[in-house]
């Protein structure tokens, strides 16, 4: 009866046939219909949840041959493919073409003459990517070298150490430190020989005040220092920083920013920059367009930024003394941000502004004018029903990490995010599709950076579109577009 039933059924047939394959599952005794279970990855103290176990798998084709195997059927496996004569090979920590052209360029200026060059993206098409990319290369051509990454907050740093761990696992040829030097960390440099040291500027300043020794030991180890939002360098403490660790006739510096310049009124604030770094600045170049902005927007590493200015009648009349102190400051006084702030109808602009992107996206970032501005704005959007959040420099860093990873989860209902002074740089969210920016300014860099924080394209992980809408005040200097801010500087510096 044996053969019989062999010769007379297929057990491919038997697997394979949804109603067969369950009454032959039956017929199997406890313990088998358990030892099965188990080969097939149920929970070793399942016992008596076999059946159950068995009935519920989706009985894939793996699945199935399981089951042959365990009958004591050996079935012949399909016949190999052999490999496609030509087939990609996909790296796992890549660049596009614009920022290898980039980063090949940075190489010829890094290690000749004057040993210091600024590279110059535009906010989210990777310059912290690219720097790794030259970063690993330097620590895999100097071995044991130690590299500085230089950078004013918590969360430029931390991001800049993830990242590095996450290419140098891809890029690597050994085994490095990864040293976060920041906050409450300890300034311990023994035992650091081969690696990166993620340092931040004021912990920096404050170590070598405290120990002369600290950078004069750090600088015998270090051969390529990285300075995040290069136009922050020329300030007096963190050049003295800088010029320390430059003592060794074969150290490099290299700078990144996306906006190579202190301010917009006052070019020479930006000439002392530019001359810093010998007035030797990489920028994008890409065939067929005068600026690469333009072409990344086009070919999708760039959202399609949307401006809008809405203007709210505060009623602000300035002073003859507010208007001198307009004229030769670098940003907008305290003392008009403080009145502007506290104005019914400026605030009734930014409500209405959140409310209206609200229809339309998930993710709003908002960038208010002082701590207790955000707190205010965050209330009242609350009371109008919307889930909103705030960071500032006053949140604690358990409250900043818990709210900041709600906003990029996965949360369907729109959200905002109220932040004052900590999310203008460092901060990476590519499913932020808008923005308002209610702080008055007349810093260009700082424009820049709150409309960066949103332009990432489909290419980086971001949006095809985003929509900024800035509150003005017509009686106060501001910006309403940044499309031609990638080249506002380039009159300090060479072209390369």
Not at 162 to 170: I, K, N, Q, T
């Given at each position: ?324 102190e307009l004229a030769i400051s670098f940003d907008i006084p305290e003392s008009l941000v403080r009145e502007l702030t506290g104005n019914v109808q400026w605030n009734l602009q930014v409500l209405r502004a959140v409310l209206d992107l609200s229809k339309e996206h998930r993710r709003i970032l908002l960038f208010a004018a002082s701590v207790e501005h955000s707190r205010l704005l965050v209330a009242m959007l609350s009371v109008l029903g919307l889930d909103a959040a705030e ?37 990476d969210a590519p499913a932020a599709s808008a923005a308002v920016i209610a702080r008055p300014t007349k810093s260009l860099v700082l424009y820049s950076q709150m409309v960066g924080r949103v332009i990432r394209g489909p290419k980086a992980g971001g949006t095809s579109t985003c929509d900024i809408i800035t509150v003005i005040d ?23």
């Open positions: 009866m044996r053969k019989l039933a062999a010769s007379a059924a297929s057990p491919e047939q038997l697997v394979n046939d949804p109603r067969e394959r369950e009454l032959l599952l039956q017929l199997l005794p406890p313990g088998k219909q358990e030892e099965l279970a188990r080969r097939l990855g149920a929970d070793d103290d399942g016992a008596g949840t076999a059946p159950g176990f068995l009935s519920s798998l989706p009985w894939t084709a793996e699945q199935r041959r399981v089951l042959l195997g365990f009958l004591g059927l050996v079935v012949d496996r399909a016949p190999t493919i052999p490999p496609a004569y030509r087939a990609p090979s996909v790296p796992a920590y890549g660049l596009f073409p614009h920022q290898r052209l980039a980063a090949r360029r940075v190489d010829q200026l890094l290690y000749s003459g004057e040993r210091r060059v600024v590279l110059h993206l535009p906010t989210g098409v990777g310059k912290t990517r690219t720097a790794m990319n030259i970063i690993c290369d330097h620590l895999r051509l100097r071995e044991p070298t130690v590299v500085v990454w230089l950078a004013r907050g918590r969360e430029l740093l931390e991001q800049a150490a993830l990242e590095f761990d996450r290419a140098w696992s891809a890029l690597g040829n050994r085994e490095v430190a990864i040293v976060r030097m920041w906050s409450d960390a300890p300034v311990d440099l023994n035992r650091i020989t081969d690696g990166i040291v993620l340092l931040g500027l004021d912990k920096a300043v404050a170590a070598a005040k405290s120990d002369v020794t600290f950078l004069e030991r750090l600088t015998l180890r270090t051969t390529l220092t990285v300075f995040d939002e290069a136009h922050q360098i020329i300030a007096p403490t963190y050049r003295r920083v800088v010029d320390a660790l430059m003592l060794r006739s074969d150290a490099s510096l290299l700078g990144l920013t996306a906006t190579p310049g202190r301010t917009w009124a006052d070019i020479s604030e930006d000439q002392k920059l530019a001359d810093f770094f010998a007035q030797q600045k990489i920028m994008l170049e890409i065939d067929g367009y005068d600026n690469p902005v333009s072409a990344l927007i086009d070919q999708g590493y760039l959202a399609r930024p949307h401006f809008q200015t809405v203007a709210a009648q505060s009623g602000i009349k300035l002073s003859e003394a507010d208007k001198r960071v500032t420099a006053a949140s604690s860093p358990r409250h900043r990490d818990r709210v900041i990873a709600r906003f990029k989860g996965p949360i369907s209902r729109p959200m905002v995010l109220s932040n004052f002074g900590v999310l203008t740089t460092g901060f017509p009686e106060l200097p501001g910006f309403g577009d940044v499309a031609e801010a990638f080249t506002n500087w380039e009159d300090v510096w060479k072209t390369r």
